[in-house]
Nanobody, 114 residues
Framework: QVQLVESGGGLVQPGESLKLSCAAS????????VAWYRQAPGKQRELVAG??????KYANAVQGRFTISRDRAKNTLNLQMNNLEPEDTAVYYC?????????WGQGTQVTVSS
C-alpha cells in the first residue's frame, strides 16, 4: 500500500517558522504532482501549495511565506513555513497524484498562537 506520513507540526508563536515533511512508503513524491493542503476547524480544506514538475503555485494567503520543495534523494515533500500567523492554524496534509489515484497522509497539526 502507498502510505504518506507528515511530520514537523507543532505549536509556535506568531512570526516563528516550521518545516513540514512528508515521507512516502514508495518513491512516488519525486516526479508526480504533489501538494500541501490544510483544514482548520469549521473551514473547508484548501490548497496551500502545489508542485507539478518544477512549477509551483501557492495560495494567496501564504504567498511569499511558504515554500514547497522536493528532496529527491530522500523521497520527501517539504513545506517551509515562515512568519507564521494564527490564521495558519490547521491540520496540514500532503497529497500526491499518481495516475488516476490520489494519496493522502493523515495530517500534522500546526498551531500558531500567543
Amino acid at each position: 500500500q502507498v502510505q504518506l506520513v507528515e511530520s514537523g507540526g507543532g505549536l509556535v508563536q506568531p512570526g516563528e517558522s516550521l518545516k513540514l515533511s512528508c515521507a512516502a512508503s514508495i518513491n512516488i513524491l519525486t516526479l508526480n504532482p504533489v501538494a500541501w493542503y490544510r483544514q482548520a476547524p469549521g473551514k473547508q480544506r484548501e490548497l496551500v501549495a502545489g508542485m507539478v514538475g518544477g512549477n509551483t503555485k501557492y495560495a494567496n494567503a501564504v504567498q511569499g511565506r511558504f515554500t514547497i520543495s522536493r528532496d529527491r534523494a530522500k523521497n520527501t515533500l517539504n513545506l517551509q513555513m515562515n512568519n507564521l500567523e494564527p490564521e495558519d492554524t490547521a491540520v496540514y496534509y500532503c497529497k500526491t497524484s499518481w495516475g488516476s489515484r490520489e494519496y493522502w497522509g493523515q495530517g500534522t497539526q500546526v498551531t500558531v498562537s500567543s
